[in-house]
């Protein structure tokens, strides 16, 4: 009932009820990501409305608003409906919705063709493909595709059209009205021998592999490999196609997104040194206060129940609490080696990879 009522609330109060899901809604395996796209699209339609009839004071808050639901769709919208789960449908939904909002999302271009190319519709991907990289230096940044991704992006883009080619070829030769010896006499093996290489290529290359040394790409079949078979005291962070998985001596539980993404963060961009702060987490929550930080209070209770989660599979204590620039901040404070394991195509622009 809670989902029906969301569009009958105030700005107001729909800020208050963003800040409790972002403190306690995740706890839920249900309709967390869901609820908080609808809250922030009634807010984007009331502030639309408010800057059409109220004049430009409204302006700042609507394309902050729009920020939020657009990353959001891009970064959540595969698990609106369990937050646990993936789901292909939910994902291009969510992508498409991003896209009506802000034309130049690259990335969420990419993913659409990834989930095309993946259900064989190649028409679709080569469409899809083609944007993501005409967009790639004109969109947001936050958007972009790295490295791996624009080489994959053409690697996609280069087997759907020859996937294309080759069902033509296909339905010409069983035309009735259309003699064979009308078809240009083509060899059709090398157009093969292409498509089966840049398979095998982009098969080989679908996971990023990330220990604190080394960064490489891998075969799924590496990544389960791998992870069947981590080492002794290993933390292995698995984002695969259905599911986000920790694993840690033998045992397992399945996490959230957000936390899945905060774990990463940790694990990838921590140090004391380079501590995690309000400001430099802040895109893994919602609105923030005047200073553009996370509030206090959802930052640490968001680390508390990350916490909780790393104790229920008897993890270490990994995450280290410091003090940065009068601020309490966290880290990684390496005490067991990791490995994270996530699809290529799951990255967002540079997303803790150099290339």
Known sequence: MRTLKIKELTLDELELLE?????????????FYMQLVIVYETMYKKLKSLARNSGPEHDYALQYTKKL??????????????NHFKDDGDAV?????????EKKLPVAYYRLGFLAYK??????????FQQSLDK??????????????????????????LYVASQ????????????SEQLPNLELSPLFETLSSNEKYLHNHAFYKITKNNTETCSKEACEALYENSEPNELVLYLNDRENILLFNGEEVIITPTQANMIRHFLLSSSKENP??????????????????VKKNTFIKSIERLRVTLRSIDIPEIIDVTQYRGETAYYFNESVPFTVLFRVDDAIGDDYVSG
């Open 93 to 101: 939904e969510s992508l498409i919705k991003a896209i009506n909002l």
């Open 168 to 179: 033509t070829y296909e339905t010409m030769g069983k035309l009735p009205y259309s003699p």
């Open 19 to 31: 800040q409790d899901l972002h403190e306690n809604g995740e706890k839920s395996d249900y309709g």
């Open 276 to 293: 995690c702060t309000r400001m430099t987490m802040r895109d893994f929550y919602g609105r923030t206060d005047t200073d553009g930080e």
């Open 119 to 128: 259900h064989g519709k190649y028409g679709s991907a080569i469409r899809y």
């Open 136 to 161: 790639h230096l004109l969109g947001d940044p936050n958007y972009a595709l790295n490295q791996q991704q624009e080489f994959h992006a053409h690697m996609y883009l280069a087997n759907s059209a």
């Open 69 to 82: 639901l657009v990353s959001h769709l891009i970064k959540f919208g595969t698990y609106i409906k369990m």
